[in-house]
């Protein structure tokens, strides 16, 4: 039978099936037919008119039934189409198979907009949905449609496909040049037009678009103790794809989220599934949770229909065979009616539909592609429908993403793979934003940020997204114990065993109930790290863990993780290697085992604190451990004790250093109690008392060691490497009767730590140490990253400097203001020095304050900062009133001829000012002659240094007419300006009648006479007499 003949004989059924049908669905036919052109617009508009359903059905058939066979072929496609099959199964229609519908829907060239919109209408109504308002608002800006018509179209009493379809058919009347808006704005939308889904579908998809939205809107922490809106924190990670080539490795690009289903890294073209790799806490969960959000909100991969997400922890948990569709569906999001149509749809457009796996490492087993099972309906186990979908025996052409930890990817899974990605976690910018989403209090960021980039090791771990909020939650919240409380590393290292800890149990108890249930594991890991640290082995064998008890499950609590470091080659060999997360965590290990273990002594303790003795060599000494003793070998607690001595000798400074600070924090008092058995506390109670002894000893030592002052030189210490690794240890321990004790007997007047690696954290502990100083000190921390966080941190030792020398280390007016503000109720400090920093004029109030209030101050040193005119102004109302200031020092700042000539003013009546550099200040003949009218006047300065401005010969008159009336001056400075041997003659004529002046400096090697103050004529002579011989040479 031919279709026209189907159509007629089965037109009352079909009257009742459209009659009883939607009003979508009947709409959406229209569409169909429209765009194949099987309706013109006015039987468009005389078959859409309102009536009853069934009598606009009779009119359509009536109208399909006129036009013939083909169109009547098409009709039964459409309605296929449109109509779930169940309905249709009643029909002859249904075991009808109508010819294929030729592809006709590339546009034409030719086609007005109007036209080409109608071609695709049912695709545009599509595109429309979720977009009207949008369009709306377009049509309406652009003049094409009026403000009423917008409200009537956007009626809520329509659907939106409805809305679309008015919109549609408005544009159509509107004209071309409308319909090429609208048309525009949809060219605009990226990605390929999807087949038009029924309203069953519809309804489906928004359930699960708004189930998924829900469900991915907050971001659960590991201990599941807080819930941070996934919007409010996200963070982009550097997502890395790999595409190996061969002998020369791996080519690896960044790539952002929405692009992993493009073309690029492709491994094996004809499979599926890709991979996103990453560490624990690299933020794999959160990335998939990031693209689910992403897909219901429609910002991307629009082009599938649905998506179905899937915890691979909770699929362990499914006992029971099920189909797919019950996977789909029960475990997934459920269809509120006509689960039939929607699978059906699945299981038909298999390229609209995504899977995600997330955490594909936590399935309780391997991946095996043993079992084939193809048949969407027949039930299996959970494990073996995932395994199968990943390989495409099941729903092939549909798009699998899937996330896991390294160590599960197997050879067998990798066969399966389309692609393979690493997550690397934040970059440094990544960091930063994060730290700022969190806190939304900025100045409290600002301080997380300091206190995280100013640590190295913090620094580096916070590039996990993981470690990032750990560290930066829980500097918040010891923050929270009360404004005196200090964070040590300790503390913070904790927060993250204790986080992992819960993590892993998923319990909600605090760390004093999680850690002693824990602590077989934590034993086990914290043996392998020290022994790892003693032979600087890093990187684990399986061989190895089993020797030293680490079992699977001691793994699986996160702390060791596979290993890439290794080569390529020796990873395709020995890719079962695993490494601890970070090192600075393999060193918090070492320090919970050489504190948690009985059998660790004495001696263990003192080699770990002792100073380092110059060794043979540490590669030889660690070669040697390696070799001669096997990783774990059975021994006696002597032996044992023996052995980890010996062997500390072989491990790396540096980690035997964080590992000593990590068991100073952890046999402090605060954390003594750790594990809650009294007897441990005793033993921890016995070590404590050694490590306190040894660091004091060691810190005497050092000072003992410090040579006598030389002929009249006040005594100084450079302080050693190790000095600044004692008094963090000190400051793990929170023990400030330690911290007393230990600087009781340092008897310098200058202490100093340039080039010592002085950030934030150290100058924490330097300030808990030093401010129990009997005698006030320079404390010279030049050349260092104090940053102004560390100026924070330095303040209550301030009262025991009489001298602070910061130059170089990147402190700002903010980091200023503090310091200056302190700085007004210390007595003893008489000297700041900031050259080279970044400091503006806006600072300057704050030293123009300082001047005014303390008057034993001496000498303030801001070179090469960026200071103005307006800057030198301000301090020049300080120096006013100042009279103790001796030395001023404002080199290589642009304090031009205003500052020039303010800084003159105020020190024409001043009394104490010995020295002055304004080198390199852009000072031109206006700030000269100021400066020189103030030599007339001035009585006490004795070194001007002018060098590198603009002075020229003939201000040179005006310093020879000022230096004539002066009596103190002994050195004038003029290197490096225009000045000729002209200049050079008035000078040296004015040198005749000055009996004070000693040196004036012209070219960088200067002329001088005798630097002793003995002011003879003859001196002068001499001086004169080089002076003119300078300018012979001229
Ligand atoms: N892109 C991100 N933006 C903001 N925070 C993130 C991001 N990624 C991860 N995080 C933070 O790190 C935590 C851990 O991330 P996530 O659970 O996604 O890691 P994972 O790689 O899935 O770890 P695991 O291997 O343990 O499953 C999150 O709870 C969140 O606090
Ligand atoms: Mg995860």
Redesign the pocket.
Known sequence: MCADQLIKAQRDQLIAILGRGSVENFESILDHLLAWDLLNWEEYEYVKSPRLLSSSSRNLLDIVACKGTRACELFILVLEDVIHSSLLTNLILGNYKPPEKTDESSASPSLLASQTLQKHRPDVVRKLHGRIAAVLELLHRCGHFSKYECVEIHLPIYTPSQQARKLLDLTKAKGDDTAQVLLDYIDSESGPIKSVLGNVCLKYQEKLSSTLAAQSRF????AGTEN?C?ED?????ILEISNTTGTNGCLRRLIGLEDIFGPDGILNKDAETVLIT??????????L??MQQLWAAKQAFQDFTFVFVFSCRRLNFIDKHISLEMLLFEHCCWPDHHQDEVFQYILDHPEEIMFMF??F??LKFQFTDEERHCSPTKPTIALNLIFNLLQGNLMKNTKKVM?S?PSAVTAILRKYLQKEMT?K??SPE?IEM?IR?CHSNSSSAERILYFVEANPALHGLCHV??F??IVSKCHEQLMQNGSDFTPTMTDVYLLILEHFLL?FTHSSQGMNEVLPSQVGAILHLSKLALDGLTSCCYIFSAVQLQEAEVSEEDISL?FLVHSHSASHASSVVNNRNYEFLHITVQCFFAALYITLDDDVGQSTLYSLFKPRQKKTSSFMMSATCIEGCPFYCHQSPEQHENRSETMLQGAKRSNLQITASFVSGLLSGRHRNLMGKSSLIQKQSKKYKLVKKYLEKSIQKHFLSIPPAVGGEKKSMHALPEFVWWIKCIYEMQDSDLAKQAVSKLEVDHLKLTYCGIGPVECTALAYVLKHLKNPVGLQLDYNSVGDVGIEQLLPCLNVCHSIYLRANNISDQGVSKLVDRALGCCNLQKIALFHNNLTDACIQNFAKLLIHNDNFLALRLGNNHLTGAGAEVLAEGLKQNNSIQYLGLWGNKIGDAGACAIAAALEDNTSMLWLSLVGNDIGSRGARALAAMLKKNTVLEELCLQENSLVDEDMLHFAEGLQNNSSLKVLKLANNKISRKGMEFIATALKHNITIASVWRKPCYCRGDSKNDQSRKKIDILIKILKKELCDL
């Open positions: 971001l659960t922490n590991y941070m996934l924190v996200y963070v982009d990670c990453g560490e624990a806490g690299s933020g794999k969960s959160t990335s949770q990031q997330d955490g490492d936590e996330t930890r997550l976690g934040f990544g994060f989403k997204p993981f990032c909020w993590h996160g």
